[in-house]
């Protein structure tokens, strides 16, 4: 049975170490063939902008950047749509790819048969 991981990250530089394990997980997830959903939420939000992720820093880790790359390149990338009006940011300010969607979109990804959720 194929399987879709949906990941909701909560945390940006505020909580680094939940941070970059959301990411890792979601890279190695689209690295292992898995379909991938990530989701970014509340301070992760930021990532969602060009070059925000190449400020990134956590000794002993992947770098943000190419993480989040690796995800673009196989999986999905939402940015909520209440954390992105927060912010002052809208769909002409995101990542090629990154869509802004809303928790009725997220609750029908975590809902759908096969799905695997997970929340840092």
């Known amino acids: 049975m ?12 505020d909580s680094p170490e ?3 394990q ?8 689209v690295a292992s063939g898995v379909e991938v959903s990530l989701w970014l939420t509340g301070e992760s939000a930021w990532f969602a902008l060009p070059g925000r992720a ?8 992947a770098p943000l950047a190419d993480l989040v790359e690796a995800v673009r ?3 999905l990338i ?35 048969d096969g799905v695997q959720a997970l929340v840092y």
């Open 73 to 75: 390149a196989g999986g």
């Open 78 to 112: 939402t940015l909520c749509t209440q954390c992105a009006a927060r912010r002052g940011i809208t769909e002409k300010d995101v990542l090629d790819g990154v869509r802004i969607a809303g928790a009725q979109v997220f609750v029908q990804e975590i809902m759908a």
């Open 22 to 29: 959301a990411f890792t997980v979601a890279a190695v997830a």
């Open 18 to 20: 939940r941070c970059s």
């Open 54 to 61: 190449a400020e990134f820093e956590l000794p002993h880790s």
């Open 2 to 13: 194929s399987k879709k991981l949906v990941i909701k990250v909560t945390a940006g530089a």
